[in-house]
C-alpha cells in the first residue's frame, strides 16, 4: 500500500519561501514518477513540478520556473519542493503525487496514488 504524507505547508509572506516534503512509504520508488500538484479554491488542479526517481530529472509549470525546485532524498524515500519568491497566486492545497511509469505526465489523471495535501497561503 503506497502511503504519501505532505508537510511543510503555512502561512508566509509575499517573497518568502517554504519548502513542502512528501514521505512516501510502501513500495520501491526507484521506477516511479514523483510529482506535486495545485488546487485553489474553485479552480481546477494543476500540475507544479515533477522528478523521476531514478534519475532525478526535473520538470516544471512555466508558472513555477526558477522560483521552485524539487528534488529526492532516497535515503528517505522523500520528495521535497522548495519554493522562493512566493506569491499570492501561489496560494493553494499542495499535493504530492506518485506515478508507478518511467514517462512524465502533466495530468492528474497519469498519478495513482495522492498524498492528502498541504495548505499554502502567501500574504499580499
Known amino acids: 500500500q503506497v502511503q504519501l504524507v505532505e508537510s511543510g505547508g503555512g502561512l508566509v509572506q509575499a517573497g518568502g519561501s517554504l519548502r513542502l516534503s512528501c514521505a512516501a512509504s510502501g513500495r520501491t520508488f526507484s521506477t516511479y514518477v514523483m510529482g506535486w500538484f495545485r488546487q485553489a479554491p474553485g479552480k481546477e488542479r494543476e500540475f507544479v513540478s515533477a522528478?523521476?526517481?531514478?534519475?532525478?530529472?526535473?520538470y516544471y509549470a512555466d508558472s513555477v520556473k526558477g522560483r521552485f525546485a524539487i528534488s529526492r532524498d532516497n535515503a528517505k524515500n522523500t520528495v521535497y519542493l522548495r519554493m522562493n519568491s512566493l506569491k499570492p497566486e501561489d496560494t493553494a492545497v499542495y499535493y504530492c503525487?506518485?506515478?508507478?511509469?518511467?514517462?512524465?505526465?502533466?495530468?492528474?489523471?497519469?498519478?495513482?496514488?495522492w498524498g492528502q495535501g498541504t495548505q499554502v497561503t502567501v500574504s499580499s
Open positions: 522528478i523521476t526517481w531514478s534519475a532525478g530529472s526535473t
Open positions: 503525487a506518485a506515478r508507478p511509469r518511467a514517462a512524465v505526465v502533466t495530468t492528474p489523471l497519469g498519478y495513482d496514488y
